[in-house]
């Protein structure tokens, strides 16, 4: 209950005289309280989704597959069976993603897949946090979440991945250490991981984490642009060319989903996207997270009001 996607809810809640009880005090899991209205949340998740919905939504594969059905942009996908089809789905699209179906925060995914050795290593990766896993053509574009509130867009975030900057003396290694000194204190769930998949991608631009990278240069260390692979989060909500926004409404409205993340990664000289997941359980959290838990409640709790 001290985690910050649960104080954002629960500290907004209390200013509007939400009344919040704990169910379970390891979990997340409360209700909200308001005059004769109550909602059982886990964090942002409530039981205004269908259980079926929920899974369908959160499985990357069942996901992929209903909007393809439903002609919504996706990028190609596989289940991955074998290692003989798996090899024939990277042959077709040259570059690909190997990710578990069902986890968070960049665990487990590999980008940039381009051959046998590579492919072997991404799966072992992803077995790490789940037997089911997916093959993913790698699209380009810039990572933006569309976040609907009672099937309306509220708001977008945009996420950049893990960089460092050079000083000329200290290796890429001391420098990773160094951020993650001072991301350790604000934050220990976006610490840049010193990890194969960190490797993967310096190692693709001639370096590794003894490289030491010149004053002032900047240097992409990790791929995916998960806040819990170290990534950066911005506000972008009036940055989203309008017809993206109504596409992914409509995937919202047929999912049935009155709060949703549609993230998508959006090639924006082609103007073309591709929605690669759907967040659900949106976390609620810093720096879009004030805009959020306000539309949130107000859909919860219309007749609340906000004592400021
Ligand atoms: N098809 C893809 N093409 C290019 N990059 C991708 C693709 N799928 C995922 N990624 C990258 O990997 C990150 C994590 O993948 P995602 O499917 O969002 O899983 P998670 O649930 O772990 O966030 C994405 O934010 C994106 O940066
Ligand atoms: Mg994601």
Redesign the pocket.
């Known amino acids: 209950m001290d985690s910050v996607y649960t104080t954002t809810i629960t500290t907004a809640a209390k200013k509007r005289d939400i009344q919040v009880n704990v169910l379970d005090p390891y979990q997340p899991i409360f209700e909200l309280i308001y005059r004769n209205k109550s909602v059982r949340c886990y964090n942002a998740l409530t039981d205004n989704i269908g259980a079926a919905t929920f899974h369908l939504a959160q499985n990357?594969f069942a996901a992929n597959y209903f909007l393809k059905q439903h002609g919504f942009p996706v990028?190609d996908q596989t289940m991955y069976t074998n290692m003989e089809s798996a090899l024939r789905f990277l042959s077709d699209h040259h570059c690909i993603?190997v990710?578990?179906s069902a986890?968070?925060?960049?665990?487990?995914?590999s980008?940039h897949i381009t051959c046998r050795v590579e492919l072997e290593e991404a799966l072992e990766f992803a077995r790490e946090y789940c037997d089911e896993i997916v093959l993913?053509?790698?699209?380009?574009g810039i990572?933006w979440r569309l976040i609907f509130v009672n099937f309306k867009y509220v708001c977008a975030i945009e996420?950049n991945?893990a960089s460092i900057t050079g000083n000329g003396i200290a290796s890429i290694r001391e420098l990773i250490l160094e951020k993650n000194r001072f991301t350790r204190d604000t934050d220990p769930g976006n610490c840049i991981p010193l990890d194969k998949e960190t490797l993967r991608t310096i190692n693709s631009m001639g370096l590794d984490f003894n490289s030491v990278p010149g004053h002032n240069e900047y240097i992409q260390v990790r791929?995916?642009?998960?806040y819990h692979t170290g990534g950066t989060v911005d506000i972008v909500t009036d940055r989203i060319p309008s017809e993206y926004i109504s596409v992914c409404e409509k995937a919202v409205k047929l999912l049935n989903i009155p709060v949703l993340g549609v993230?998508i990664?959006a090639d924006t000289t082609s103007n073309s996207f591709?929605i690669?997941?759907l967040s659900p359980d949106l976390a609620i959290s810093p720096p879009e997270g004030d805009i959020v838990v306000e539309a949130w409640l107000d859909y919860l709790f219309p007749d609340s009001i906000v004592n400021i």
Not at 103 to 109: M, N, P, S, T
Not at 136 to 140: D, I, N, Q, S
């Open positions: 990357k990028a993603v990710k578990p986890q968070w925060g960049g665990r487990g995914v980008t993913e053509k790698c699209v380009t990572d996420r991945p791929r995916t642009t998960n993230d990664l591709h690669i997941e």
